[in-house]
Nanobody
């Protein structure tokens, strides 16, 4: 599975961005897609995830009410709508795929930079 993330950029606090992640290759085995982020000097952390079948989703407490993950199965694409952005949301955002039968995410995109600053 290959993943291509896009949509990052520089935004002021309180602004919005929408990230996209297009999957290609052996996508038929996708169980779940997720977004993670890594701030400078910090470990990578979970942001949100969505089940490919059924659409069940969950979000990290730090982004609940501000970020929303969604998917378009026909386009093999997952989105992360980010509203009310804060400086602490700054980091590199990665999308990832967990395949059916796997307990961890096995495929990762290249990351897209999000910077929230005035």
């Amino acid at each position: 599975v290959q993943l291509q993330a896009s949509g990052g950029g520089l935004v002021q606090p309180g602004g919005s961005l929408r990230l996209s992640c297009a999957a290609s290759g052996r996508t038929f085995s996708t169980y779940e897609m997720g977004w993670f982020r890594q701030a400078p000097g910090k470990e990578r952390e979970f942001v949100a995830a969505i089940r490919w079948s059924g659409g069940g989703r969950n979000h990290a407490d730090s982004v609940k009410g501000r970020f929303t993950i969604s998917r378009d199965n026909a386009k093999n694409t997952v989105y992360l709508q980010m509203n009310s952005l804060k400086p602490e949301d700054t980091g590199v955002y990665y999308c990832a795929v967990r395949s059916v039968g796997d307990s961890q995410y096995g495929y990762w995109g290249q990351g897209t930079q999000v910077t929230v600053s005035s």
